[in-house]
């Protein structure tokens, strides 16, 4: 009896999600006005002067209307934002997703268990499914810990999303299908996709009720691989998936009136936990240099990644690995907590399996063979060139800042995220000589379904700190009180949009409701000033912190001239992955990169000299 007691007293993962907060939508005086106040850095005073009259003509007109319609939206729903956000933001697009939406990072396990070594890519990938496969059996049990930003208790509705989900390419607007469910809610599919070398495979993780130990992953995955050894590639099917969106909805309508079982294969793809991909290459890395091996996760071999899958598990050919997401169905927080949770418990058992070797009689994994005819032959090979195209354009650089992290920032009674902000706006200044317009996401998950809010780091403020930096006249006392005041600010700003008091997302909610309602755009949206300070997804830094732990990954930039720009900050260390491309003549990743690092000095150097 005291047992179920107990039982029932733990907190189950969803257990919150009825009782989360509704999305607010926040005052339009204070929206309007933070929108002028974050336009400044980028007009000259009578270009803000036109702003200003167009904000209030705005504030006092169409503005207000729109602002009662989406109140009215609102009531009606706990979050006002979510369908629209998803539609726009992701399955609207028409572009390559795979290649301009995608998120890939690195594994860092090659910084303890498991440094790169050939021959291991099998053993190393077992060990690492089976932690995965138990992460999922925790949400399935939901057993997998609620999180929480202090005492409130953030949304964990985007888990739901990690495994059993894809999404499907459509003429006009994709979908996404999710079949995970939990213990309660019924029965989920429990079978992994492999791809290797252009071929589909599908496994059941599951065999009379029991999850399949390493050993018997291992079985699953040689299987595989001997075969792909001593036969013919495949056709590399899943290339396709980095297409244009439409123009892989229509191949993907004509490769299911080739034949129904392609039909069915494709259903297994979107129904599987996750995919993986064993990949041939062996990308160079070290815990200082994860460029080679973000590259490869982000941008590798097209026919051995599900681009639409909302995890693809990457198991380099020397052992080490990258993960490979479709963005729509969650943030890369979500993923990183599950990541980060599996990491644990393979450090915990230094990187092996120290359970039984024994391996049961288990089916053999089903190879997926699609009926393709010249046409789709064709069209993959197209696919094929343009992403490769496209790809070769790319230019990563991401690597281990190891002269200082959180705790000596931390000390020095700054906030770590901030402060590696401020110093990329810095680095931004040098590089470029003017300030750049820059995105950063908050995290809005304390409300119901909450995803993110745009933070604009590039303030007032910060444009006047950097100017003292690269001023030889002024005073370091100078430089440290603008300094903080440029600290203060940006603190400020992203307590506010955690606590749904930004402006981006209302400013989109009411463009929507002219849209929806068949009005024309708001003159607000037309002014030059909206898209250069960032509006309409027109911001030069695209960036994100992918938090405190070994994990981070990467995105490309928002704007061919712009960056994206992710960083981890760990105790002793800031981990920093750059994107840009190299068509642009004016950007580098690495330039900027290396930039950075000295801004980094500079920055803890002038708190230091400022305390003597």
């Known amino acids: 009896m005291e047992k179920q007691v107990l039982e029932s007293s733990e907190e189950r993962t969803f257990q919150y999600q009825d009782s989360l907060p509704p999305l607010p939508v926040p005052p339009l005086d204070e929206s309007l006005s933070k929108y002028l106040d974050s336009v400044k850095p980028f007009l000259n005073q009578e270009e803000y002067q036109r702003t200003e009259d167009i904000v209030k003509r705005f504030e006092n007109g169409i503005g207000k209307e729109l602002h009662q319609k989406l109140l009215e939206r609102a009531k009606t729903r706990r979050n006002w934002l979510e369908d629209w956000w998803l539609n726009v933001a992701y399955l609207d697009l028409r572009i390559s997703t795979q ?258 070797d024994k391996v049961r009689d288990i089916p053999c994994p089903e190879e997926l063979v699609f009926t393709v005819d010249q046409k789709i032959i064709n069209e993959i090979e197209r696919t094929k060139e343009m992403y490769y195209e496209k790809v070769s354009d790319l230019q990563l650089a991401c690597y281990a800042f190891t002269s200082f992290g959180k705790a000596l920032i931390k000390k020095r009674k700054l906030h770590p995220d901030t402060f590696v902000q401020l110093a990329l706006q810095l680095a931004y200044y040098k590089c470029h000589g003017r300030p750049g317009c820059c995105y950063e996401t908050a995290m809005t998950r304390r409300f119901y379904h909450g995803r993110t809010e745009t933070i604009r780091p590039c303030t007032m403020e910060a444009v006047e700190w950097c100017k003292s930096m690269l001023d030889h006249s002024a005073t370091n006392y100078e430089r440290l009180q603008l300094m903080h005041a440029a600290f203060a600010k940006h603190n400020r700003m992203r307590k506010d949009c955690e606590n749904g008091r930004g402006f981006d997302r209302h400013l989109l909610g ?94 803890l150097q002038l708190t230091v000299t400022a305390q003597l």
């Open 99 to 356: 290649i301009n939406c995608n998120m890939g990072g690195p594994g860092p396990y090659i910084e303890h268990c498991w440094p790169p070594k050939e021959g291991t890519q099998i053993e190393r990938a077992c060990v690492n499914i089976w932690h995965t496969l138990k992460y999922w059996e925790l949400l399935r049990e939901e057993k997998a810990p609620i999180e929480r930003s202090g005492n409130a208790v953030l949304d964990m509705s985007q888990f739901r999303m990690l495994f059993n989900t894809c999404k499907v390419p459509g003429i006009t607007r994709d979908s996404l299908c999710n079949y995970f469910k939990t213990v309660t809610e019924g029965e989920c599919p429990s079978h992994l996709v492999v791809l290797c070398r252009g071929r589909v495979f599908a496994f059941d993780t599951v065999h009379e009720g029991n999850m399949l130990t390493p050993p018997e992953l291992s079985r699953q995955l040689t299987f595989i691989q001997r075969r792909c050894d001593s036969e013919p590639d495949g056709p590399g099917l899943p290339a396709l998936t980095s297409n244009e969106r439409t123009k892989w909805a229509e191949i993907r309508e004509y490769l299911i009136s080739l034949d129904p079982k392609n039909l069915a294969h494709l259903e297994k793809i979107q129904q599987s936990l996750f995919v993986v991909s064993l990949d041939d290459s062996s990308p160079h890395a070290t815990p200082e240099d994860y460029t080679e091996i973000t590259r490869l996760g982000l941008a590798g071999d097209p026919t051995v990644r599900w681009g639409d899958k909302s995890y693809n598990s990457i198991f380099f050919s020397n052992g080490t690995s990258s993960a490979f997401c479709d963005h729509s169905p969650f943030d890369a927080m979500a993923l990183i907590t599950m990541l980060s949770s599996a990491e644990q418990k393979i450090i915990e058992n230094e990187g092996k399996w120290k359970g039984s």
């Open 510 to 603: 009411l463009l929507l409701i002219a849209q929806e309602q068949g009005l024309p755009v708001p003159e607000l949206f037309e002014d030059p000033a909206f898209t250069a300070s960032g509006g309409g997804g027109n911001f030069v830094l695209s960036t994100s912190l992918t938090g405190y732990t070994r994990f981070s990954g990467c995105a490309v930039p928002m704007v061919h001239h712009g960056y994206g720009f992710f960083y981890a900050i760990r105790d002793d260390r800031i981990v920093v992955l750059c994107s840009s491309w190299k068509s642009c003549p004016e950007t580098s990743a690495e330039v900027l990169c290396k930039t950075l690092f000295q801004c980094f000095q500079d920055v």
